[in-house]
């Protein structure tokens, strides 16, 4: 775990964020100590225990660049109310989820994503590891469960989210086997409204030798003075 603390402490800086999602950290408990030695003293963060081994989500943020107003802990999700320090003024919803793996848990995750989006109808920003595809393409081959697709894509659908468009890979994770089952779980969807306040984001995939995930990099602004961008990894 050690390791993992020092590969996310030089990616900070390497891509200088200031805004971090981690989920399926496995983590039943984050003290200041293991905060620190993860992020740095400069993050402040909420954390979502794990469930046993499986799940736990960390959201941190730079408290020099972002103001956090409030935030909401739920079953598969940490949800913030926030702005960036420069206009405190335009506040705007990122939450930030760890989908459950077995099929019969994953409606109720759904609602889960219904309710946090009919309370933030604003500008909104849903990102983390799904579990789960609502495209064939999203998957390299025919296994399919076409009925969690109809479910997720209705979800989507009903509550008006966009997909946030992926740069420069189709898969986002890889059960790394001699011949690999690879799809695309991990991704971000947003609102119109945020869409909207940020029409020069970027999202990217990191390569990554410590996980079978791919990491996520958002640049809020691509425009040559824009700073803050925050970086969403799974473990």
């Not at 990616?11 to 905060?35: D, G, H, P, Y």
């Not at 109310?81 to 759904?110: I, N, Q, R």
């Not at 947003?190 to 030798?209: G, I």
Request: charged share 25%.
């Amino acid at each position: 775990m050690r390791a993992r603390r020092s590969v996310v402490r030089e990616f900070l800086l390497q891509e200088r964020v200031s805004l971090l999602c981690l989920v399926e950290t496995k983590l039943n408990v984050l003290n200041n100590i293991m905060a620190s030695e993860l992020m740095g003293a400069a993050f402040d963060y909420v954390c979502l225990p794990s469930d046993g081994a499986s799940g736990g989500i960390i959201v941190a943020w730079d408290r020099t660049d972002w103001v956090v107003t409030a935030h909401e802990l739920r079953s598969c999700s940490i949800t913030l109310s926030l702005a960036h320090s420069a206009s405190p003024t335009s506040t705007w919803t990122l939450s930030c989820v760890y989908g459950p793996v077995l099929d019969e848990l994953k409606p109720a995750f759904l609602d889960e994503l219904r309710e946090i989006c009919a309370q933030h109808s604003g500008s909104l920003l849903v990102c983390g590891d799904f579990n789960q595809i609502y495209r064939a393409e999203d998957k390299n081959n025919g296994r399919l469960n076409l009925r969690s697709m109809r479910r997720f894509r209705r979800m989507l659908d009903d509550s008006h989210l966009q997909e946030v468009y992926l740069h420069g890979r189709l898969y986002t994770w890889s059960n790394r086997r001699n011949n690999p089952t690879l799809e695309r779980i991990d991704r971000a969807f947003a609102s119109v409204q945020w869409l909207e306040a940020f029409p020069f984001h970027h999202l990217r995939c990191l390569s990554s030798d410590c996980s079978d995930h791919s990491p996520l990099l958002l640049q809020l602004c691509t425009q040559p003075w824009a700073k803050p961008r925050f970086r969403f990894e799974t473990f």
